[in-house]
């Protein structure tokens, strides 16, 4: 196993355990048309914890599904850089004996079975927050890997919030959105209302081919979406009521939120692939993020992790499942999100009809 990597572009980085090689212009032309179908998200809340603790859940979980592509959120690994120095967001922190422990513990899990057979991008936040990873299986190529809001920048998000992979047919995006907060300040209500802004012009800049937008959304859409509507909606924070109505409520469940997410769909026309196979409300399994077991959020339970797919992919969507369910965070993994799955079928005239998944 190589210790080091080598980034595949400028603007981006790709670590794997086998030798990596330079993906925008000396891969195999053959292989750029292959088309990825079947992927997988999940909001690690670390993980860096989840390689210690509860990597044999996961890998079983990875092994079964065989996804093509993997969307990590929440890395929680810092950026290389000493301190005070500029950070390098595409690559892991290794200047220190703590560090270069951590990166070991977390390249090792990744280079064990099924996971060497990816590639691996990241965009980390300068300390352990935030920080997003790409996981695509190495027969598939990305024609460019870009880390940015702003398509004319190649620069990385700040804390490391999205990895944006182009291929042959369709983009992937992940995404780890920010969390709204609760007050009307420049790191809460305002900081999330500038993201979602640069969000929906990024999405129509992206329209001219099929898009898979995943990740930790950090927004229920509707009432369906939560467990507990009254409770989120009346949540407040030490009795704060912010100055418009609209930002009241759980962070991820006020009214401006919502309506700028139904937005981004709509304008943007994307279909929530989840919702389209799953009509009803499931108390078991039908949300992706849960509260602690322990205190007044147990069984509180919230779903803010998505695939958003391109309607001209619409037909082709075979199945969207959540892998974990109770208030008890089963098939959590540790996490206090659940892994989500989407399968696509193939682009020909025999793809598999829509079947809702159990």
Same mark, same amino acid.
């Given at each position: ?7 595949i ?6 670590k794997?355990?086998? %030798? ?5 212009n ?20 670390? %993980? ?11 890998? *079983? ?23 005070g ?37 990241? &965009?980390?936040?300068?300390?352990? !927050? ?13 024609? *460019? ?15 490391g919030?999205? $990895?944006? =992979?182009?291929?042959? &047919? ?6 780890y959105?920010? +969390?709204?907060g609760?007050?009307?300040?420049e790191?809460?209500? $305002? ?25 930790d959304?950090n927004?229920?859409?509707?009432? $369906? ?10 949540a407040?924070? +030490?009795? !704060? $009521?912010?100055? +418009?109505?609209e ?8 009214? &401006? ?16 692939? !989840?919702? %389209? ?12 993020? &849960?509260? +602690?077991?322990?205190?007044? !959020?147990?069984?509180?339970r ?25 208030v008890?965070?089963?098939?959590f ?16 005239s ?5 079947? =809702?998944s159990?």
């Amino acid at each position: 196993m190589k210790r080091f990597f080598q980034p595949i572009q400028k603007d981006g980085s790709s670590k794997k355990p086998a %030798l990596s090689t330079n993906a925008d212009n000396e891969e195999d032309d053959t292989e750029l048309g292959k088309e990825p179908l079947k992927f997988l998200t999940w909001n690690a809340n670390s %993980l860096l914890l989840r390689a210690k603790n509860n990597w044999s859940e996961f890998t *079983k979980l990875v092994t079964s599904l065989d996804p093509d592509i993997i969307a990590i959120q929440e890395v929680r690994m810092p950026a290389a850089g000493s301190k005070g120095a500029p950070k390098n967001q595409g690559e892991l922190k290794d200047d220190t004996n703590a560090s270069r422990e951590e990166k070991k513990v977390l390249m090792r899990a990744l280079s064990s079975p099924p996971f060497g057979n990816y590639r691996v991008w990241w &965009s980390l936040s300068d300390s352990k !927050y935030a920080g997003t990873a790409l996981l695509v299986k190495q027969c598939f190529k990305p024609k *460019k890997i870009s880390f940015s809001l702003d398509t004319a920048v190649k620069k990385h998000e700040p804390d490391g919030r999205l $990895i944006l =992979a182009e291929f042959e &047919s369709l983009r992937f995006m992940n995404t780890y959105v920010p +969390n709204n907060g609760w007050k009307e300040e420049e790191t809460s209500f $305002i900081r999330r209302r500038k993201w979602d802004k640069k969000m929906l012009e990024l999405v129509l800049q992206l329209s001219d081919k099929p898009l898979i937008w995943t990740g930790d959304l950090n927004v229920s859409h509707e009432d $369906i979406d939560v467990s507990h509507p009254d409770f989120f909606a009346a949540a407040k924070m +030490n009795g !704060y $009521i912010p100055p +418009n109505k609209e930002d009241c409520g759980q962070p991820g469940f006020t009214i &401006s939120e919502r309506k700028r997410f139904g937005t981004i769909l709509k304008e943007g026309k994307l279909v929530d692939a !989840y919702r %389209l196979l799953h009509q009803e409300k499931d108390m078991d399994c039908g949300f992706s993020w &849960s509260g +602690n077991p322990v205190g007044k !959020y147990r069984g509180k339970r919230m779903r803010i992790d998505y695939f958003l797919v391109s309607e001209k992919f619409k037909d082709r969507i075979v199945s969207c499942k959540m892998h974990g369910h109770g208030v008890e965070l089963e098939g959590f993994c540790g996490s206090d999100h659940c892994p989500v799955s989407l399968e696509l079928a193939p682009n020909s005239s025999d793809s598999t009809p829509n079947e =809702a998944s159990n």
